[in-house]
């Protein structure tokens, strides 16, 4: 008797396990972009709320800034090498994505406010794409978005004022105004692999 006691309970308890296992499953939420995702990872922590000067003066949040797919990138204009070259390769995979008919926004955000004023950042970006956004402001509003996309830079030491080097993280980041963030781009994808990987993006949003 007692055996059979310690059974229905075993089992009883096994019903309850998997009775919540199975309706976790059910009310779990769906990741739309799992199968698009190379980077295994999903929003939450990274984006978030900014208030920034756009490349024409005009203040701005990231309300006005992401309205549809959206790629930011963290950079400055003074920068020899890396972000130019990051910001050619986000414009050719934008390129290709015009060319399928499917529109992602590139956004180019200063982390040298003190030298990027909105006319250099405009030159800058209207010699990547027409579509490609300037973003600066004050220290505080720059420092405010790269603390919310977890984003580094800092200043180099230097004897010139007006000459010095920004050390940055490199990311790019995909972010939809329904989702957020959903993925970023390392520097050594290609213009192909990414605009593959926003189309899945935009697709499976849609």
Do not use: W
């Amino acid at each position: 008797m007692h055996k059979a006691v310690v059974i229905s309970a075993a089992v009883a308890a096994f019903t309850l396990v998997s009775g919540a296992v199975a309706m976790t499953t059910i009310f779990a939420p769906v990741d739309p972009f799992a199968a698009c995702r190379a980077s295994q990872v999903a929003g939450g922590d990274i984006g978030g709320p900014f208030t920034l000067v756009d490349e024409n003066g005009a203040t701005v949040t990231d309300q006005d800034i992401i309205t549809g797919p959206t790629l930011v990138y963290f950079g400055y204009t003074f920068c020899p090498d890396v972000c130019p070259l990051d910001n050619m390769r986000n414009a050719l995979a934008i390129h290709e994505m015009d060319a399928r008919g499917i529109e992602v926004t590139p956004v180019f955000i200063s982390i040298d406010p003190a030298r990027d004023t909105s006319e250099r950042l405009k030159d800058f970006t209207d010699n990547f794409h027409e579509r490609m956004i300037g973003l600066g402001g004050s220290d505080e509003q720059v420092a405010a978005a790269s603390r919310e996309y977890r984003t580094y830079y800092a200043k180099r030491d230097s004897d010139d004022p007006e000459y010095y080097l920004m050390d940055h993280s490199t990311m790019s980041y995909l972010m939809f105004p329904e989702y957020g963030f959903v993925e970023f781009y390392r520097r050594d994808v290609t213009p192909e692999d990414m605009a593959d990987s926003l189309q899945c993006f935009v697709e499976a949003a849609s």
